[in-house]
């Protein structure tokens, strides 16, 4: 018998653009829906920014695969008529336009959900249904993330990869499912309403629960831990990050950088008192840590149990043949190129995915400005 993907038999349909909207779809997906990306005749405005990979955008085609495309311009009565009818034939229908111009269109859930009550409506948004638009890096600012990246001196700054769009999508996702087991008992679909606010607060619940016993330990402290101790050490080719737990990692560290006196020194004895010297635990390992590689330092502390990782850059970690091996990343062809792409970081030993297809090509149709 043949196993197909788990969500085979789902029909999604998107109504979205940028990344947060269509990454939920990807999920989707990737476990095998059958999603089908309605797009207006120019197309996804991702088509057209950042770098080109074969014949489309390569930010489109990080969050598209395996999807199907229509165009349709919603903003046209009879075209609106066509969506409208595609996406309440469908069980799922994910999207983050303007709600303004869903409704307009009579796309919103309200109305679909009318004409199909088993339907599962999902809208992603930036601040909420009654807020303002938002970005990745807005939610960044006015959640608190922001305020706690960067040194302890100097000015904040938002994350460089836009981990809170993906994170949305994946929550949008995951609420898709649970909404799905619901409609298996109760025979209800859903309105599933998810923002880059919302989510970027979640993202941090941690630090704001302990920010509430304790706000004078909740701060912005570089690239150590609030709780455990990470000092940063440069090596002889870089920089190597180590986390210290306990007094055996402690005791590991100082005997492999040759410092075995600091071990009882009574500066460094507790896990409270390590997280306050981050610093200078730095400067006195640093001149010993830098006699040796990176690989050295990371072979040597992890057969200590000492849990240690190079920092690595961009060009490093798509060069490692390990992801390539696990198929974390994997190549699909885009025309007249092969696009980058980072699978689902699940491993399931029965539940089948979707074979990999590359992002839809852009259907042609006549006087569509493609500019």
Known sequence: MTMLPVLHALRVVEFTHMVAGPSCGQVLADLGAQVTKVEPPQGDVTRRMGPITGDVAALYASTNRNKTVVCLDITRPDEAEKARQLAIEADVVVSN???????????DAARLRALNPRLICVHVTG???????????????????????????????????????VSTGIWAALGVLAALENLRQTGQGDFIQASLADTCLYMQYPQFTMFDAASDVVRRNGNHSMVSCTPMFDTADGRLLVTVLHRRHWQALCEA???????????????????????????LLNPAMRKRTRAEW??????????????????????DPALHARGMFYRLDNGEGHSLQVRMPLDFETTRRAMPRPPPVLPLSEGADRA
């Open 257 to 283: 950088a040759g410092a075995p006196e600091l071990v009882d020194d009574p500066a460094f004895a507790t896990n409270e008192q390590r997280c306050e010297a981050q610093a200078r635990i730095e400067i």
């Open 298 to 319: 990371t072979s040597q502390l992890r057969a200590a149990r000492l849990p240690c990782g190079p920092e690595r850059d961009y060009a490093e970690v798509v060069s």
């Open 127 to 165: 601040f909420g249904p009654d807020g303002p638009a938002g970005t990745d890096g807005l939610a960044q600012a006015s959640m608190g993330m922001m305020s706690m990246t960067g040194s302890i001196e100097g000015p904040t700054f938002r994350t460089g990869p836009s981990v809170v769009d």
């Open 97 to 107: 336009l303007d709600a303004a111009m869903l409704v307009q269109a009579g796309l």
